[in-house]
């Protein structure tokens, strides 16, 4: 639930970002409680990578292959990997839970390497990508519904190495 | 570990004189009749001389109780209906007054500690219409292992009305779960069949998943996440150690062994391509079975392992497949609606046990190895991952539920007899999943 009620936290910061000085008060008092301000957002950093680039692409029912509203979001990763060429990422690849462990093992294995082999197509180095697969075991949504297997079925970006803090 | 690698002490069996000669008795059950009615069974207390062995002996009796009222093919009599009490093992009982509470069966017996220390269980099972001893045996072990004891008793009364091999004396392996779904903890688990004797082989500090028993050791394979890449551990339950099957640079997993225990098959992915690879413990060389584009995974290979089961989606969806143990002759075997996953060869051969999932409706059910004559033997929500006893009569799978407002979806094992009935929940300490059977601990 953390990281659920982090990401929120940063889809608003990063709406207020697109607006100008003149913030909107309303959806900033939505917002769970944190100090973070887009100035405090270091770049090159984890956090401007999920803040400003974006961790996590969305798979369609049982497929692997890159939805087209995936790439603007990897061609985003990979300008910005570019851009900081010590940093290394580790895609994880997940599943939503209609399916059955092993496969499931196996089905977000491809997912993941599906983002990497993305990401290399676009110019970044193979190298600075590794791949993992959690299956059906890390969900970020526990609810037995269409929106929450949605969220489920995700090729997720971490940063294992090379940015600052 | 000293509690693991005393359980392994072998039980010494012996028969005990009949009282009568054997006959043709009346007192069978015939398992391939489809839906039996429990037998009823009378299991007295057995007896004891001491205070400390009639407590002993108490305990016995109430194992067999259990093991056999689970079986779902007997109907253990409450204690309290008994009209003659039994006072001496070695006389016979007074058969008539069996017959009003419509005992078929009755179980009498005795437990003492031996002057070495060890204890013994004596029993006899006799049928009430025939008016004879069906079988009479003693098993020792450790004081420590006295349930194993019930068990053994259990099992010989369940092969001597069923002709077949019982499942009690055994353990199964499982992953405890807890928390909630989005931050599972995992602990490699193993407890008894009857969920005694509970405890964790890991410390829940990483993902561990699909354990299976060694058939021929006291060891499990399993795939753990406690190194960079997912790997397929052996975990050596005499000596507590635990090692990887070799080095290999992608993740491998769903592993299971051989039935002669000397190799693991599992998948290892590689180049964004998962095939099933064997691998000979001793040399620890991997040889490649499959080599398909799609997915391939879930091997588990014939009693005899000269063939493999397996899931591949190389025709669009999971299916069932099976080869050869060297990868030739690979040919589908699932063509009916839905996607098939998770196969597994029974140890009795006839049968592969699969889960299937059609809509939103997961099921397990068994297939002829031909694919031929499905049968459904249970579904819900979500069910997965069968396990056979090793007599190949009952099979054992997770079942989930779903999350719903707020609250995560529970985990637990279940079990269901080869026909589709005694569908029950086991005893877990918590929530739980993946079971695997041991063979017999014999």
Request: hydrophobic letters at 35%.
């Amino acid at each position: 639930m953390f990281r659920g009620a982090m990401k929120l936290g940063f889809v608003v910061l990063a709406g207020s970002l697109a607006l100008t000085a003149c913030s909107s008060t309303k959806e900033e008092a939505k917002a769970p409680v944190t100090t973070t301000t887009p100035s405090s957002v270091k770049p090159g950093s984890a956090e401007d990578f999920r803040i400003n680039v974006g961790d996590t692409v969305l798979f369609d029912l049982d497929q692997h292959s890159v939805r087209g509203d995936a790439q603007g979001i990897l061609q985003k990763q990979a300008a910005w990997l570019k851009q900081y060429p010590s940093v290394r990422l580790m895609v994880e690849g997940h599943c939503d839970e209609r399916g059955t462990r092993e496969y499931n093992l196996a089905l977000g294995d491809r997912r993941a390497y599906a983002v990497k082999e993305f990401l290399v197509s676009v110019g970044v180095d193979a190298a600075r990508l590794q791949t993992k697969s959690y299956g059906k075991e890390r969900p970020v949504c526990a609810e037995a519904d269409d929106s929450c297997w949605q969220q489920n079925r995700r090729g997720f970006s971490v940063i294992s190495a090379g940015a600052g803090s | 570990m000293k509690k693991l690698s005393q359980s392994i002490f072998a039980a010494l069996a012996l028969a005990l004189a009949a009282f009568a000669p054997p006959a043709n008795a009346a007192l069978e059950i015939d398992l391939n009749k489809g839906v039996v009615q429990p037998i009823p069974i009378a299991i007295t207390d057995f007896l004891g001389a001491t205070p400390r062995d009639q407590q002993t002996a108490a305990q016995v009796a109430g194992v067999i109780r259990g093991d056999l009222e689970r079986s779902g093919l007997f109907q253990p009599l409450d204690p309290r209906s008994y009209v003659e009490k039994i006072t001496n093992f070695s006389s016979i009982p007074r058969f008539g007054e069996w017959r009003p509470i419509n005992a078929q069966g009755l179980v009498t017996g005795q437990a003492r500690q031996l002057a070495d220390g060890q204890l013994q269980v004596d029993f006899r099972l006799w049928d009430i219409f025939g008016e004879q001893q069906m079988i009479g045996m003693s098993f020792k072990t450790t004081p420590e292992n006295w349930r194993r004891l019930g068990h053994l008793v259990a099992d010989a009364i369940y092969e001597r009305l069923t002709g077949e091999k019982g499942y009690f004396d055994t353990r199964i392996v499982f992953i405890s779960e807890s928390g909630p779904k989005t931050k599972r903890r995992y602990r490699l688990s193993i407890m008894d069949q009857d969920g005694a004797n509970p405890s964790f082989l890991t410390g829940g500090d990483f993902i561990v998943l699909s354990p299976r028993f060694s058939p021929t050791k006291q060891a499990i394979t399993y795939m753990s996440y406690e190194r960079a890449t997912p790997s397929v551990f052996v975990f050596d339950l005499q000596t507590g150690q635990r090692e990887v099957i070799g080095q290999y640079s992608g993740m491998t997993f769903a592993p299971r062994f051989t039935p002669d225990g000397n190799r693991v098959v599992f998948s290892y992915s590689r180049d964004n391509n998962v095939d099933i690879y064997a691998v000979d413990l001793r040399s620890r060389r991997p040889q490649r079975l499959t080599t398909d584009p799609g997915i391939d995974t879930s091997a588990s290979a014939s009693p005899d392992g000269a063939r493999l089961v397996f899931n591949s989606d190389r025709g669009g969806s999971p299916q069932i497949y099976v080869m050869n143990a060297d990868g030739s002759g690979q040919s589908r075997i699932s063509f009916g609606q839905g996607r098939y996953t998770t196969p597994v060869w029974s140890p009795r051969g006839d049968l592969i046990a699969f889960t299937k999932q059609v809509g939103q409706t997961f099921s397990i059910g068994v297939m002829s190895p031909d694919g031929q004559r499905e049968r459904i033997l249970t579904s819900s929500y979500s069910e997965e991952g069968p396990t056979w006893s090793p007599n190949g009569r009952v099979i054992l799978f997770t079942r989930s539920t779903p999350g719903r407002g707020g609250s995560s979806g529970s985990s637990s094992i279940w079990s269901v007899d080869l026909t589709g009935v005694n569908l029950r929940k086991v005893i877990t300490p918590g929530e739980a999943s993946d079971p695997a059977w041991s063979p017999l601990n014999r």
